[in-house]
């Protein structure tokens, strides 16, 4: 989705949001993501400017205090960026695939099944469709982001195929994307 990012040409304009607006969003997070409920006044306290960066091709950021922390793609789920899942490596169901994959993830392309089932990769159990962090064989830190194209059973039972949907990986657009520079004051 960030692979061709770039913040110059793809940002459309940015906003800072309502607080009920701000709320919504916070709650449809909390809703996504159970480990997020304990930290969300933290990385959104309330009386802080909650922005809303719209972006091309329907794809909204949304920034709290200069801190890029979540986007979504049209009405989509609300997916913390990787700096997020730095910070908070427990935000997400865990994927990691094996060193040979690795060079390809980082590179934008989605996960084959077999780089998951192989001897270096490991799988949480979890549905088609879930956001999963991706993370690499002998790695602290997530490398990128994905949606679950088949569940953890199917990915087992087929080895065919690509198993996750890369979404957002280190140093694509948004991971260099610069908040100081859109002016969210």
């Given at each position: 989705?960030?692979?061709?990012f770039?913040?110059?040409?793809?940002?459309?304009?940015?906003?800072?949001?309502?607080?009920?607006?701000?709320?919504?969003?916070?709650?449809?997070?909390?809703?996504?993501m159970?480990?997020i409920e304990?930290?969300?006044?933290e990385?959104?306290?309330?009386?802080?400017?909650?922005?809303?960066?719209?972006?091309?091709?329907?794809?909204?950021?949304?920034?709290?205090?200069?801190?890029?922390?979540?986007?979504?793609?049209?009405?989509?789920?609300?997916?913390?960026?990787?700096?997020?899942?730095?910070?908070y490596?427990?935000?997400?169901?865990?994927?990691?695939?094996?060193k040979?994959?690795?060079?390809?993830?980082l590179?934008?392309?989605?996960?084959?099944?077999?780089?998951?089932?192989?001897?270096?990769?490991?799988?949480?159990?979890?549905p088609e469709?879930?956001?999963?962090?991706?993370?690499?064989?002998?790695?602290?830190?997530?490398?990128?982001?994905?949606?679950?194209?088949?569940?953890?059973?199917?990915?087992?039972?087929?080895?065919?195929?690509?198993?996750?949907d890369?979404?957002?990986c280190?140093?694509?657009?948004?991971?260099?994307?610069?908040?100081?520079t859109?002016?969210l004051?």
């Amino acid at each position: 989705m960030f692979k061709k990012f770039v913040a110059a040409e793809q940002v459309s304009g940015s906003t800072q949001v309502k607080s009920s607006v701000a709320r919504a969003i916070k709650s449809k997070a909390i809703e996504q993501m159970p480990a997020i409920e304990d930290l969300i006044d933290e990385l959104c306290p309330k009386k802080s400017a909650f922005h809303e960066i719209k972006c091309k091709d329907h794809i909204k950021i949304f920034a709290v205090n200069e801190e890029l922390l979540f986007f979504q793609h049209r009405d989509g789920p609300i997916i913390p960026t990787l700096r997020l899942l730095h910070k908070y490596p427990n935000l997400l169901p865990r994927m990691q695939v094996d060193k040979g994959a690795i060079k390809f993830v980082l590179s934008g392309a989605n996960v084959m099944c077999p780089g998951l089932t192989s001897e270096g990769g490991a799988l949480d159990d979890v549905p088609e469709g879930t956001i999963v962090g991706l993370f690499a064989e002998g790695k602290r830190h997530a490398m990128a982001i994905g949606i679950m194209k088949m569940s953890t059973a199917e990915i087992k039972e087929k080895n065919a195929g690509i198993g996750i949907d890369g979404i957002h990986c280190l140093l694509d657009g948004l991971w260099v994307m610069d908040p100081q520079t859109l002016n969210l004051k």
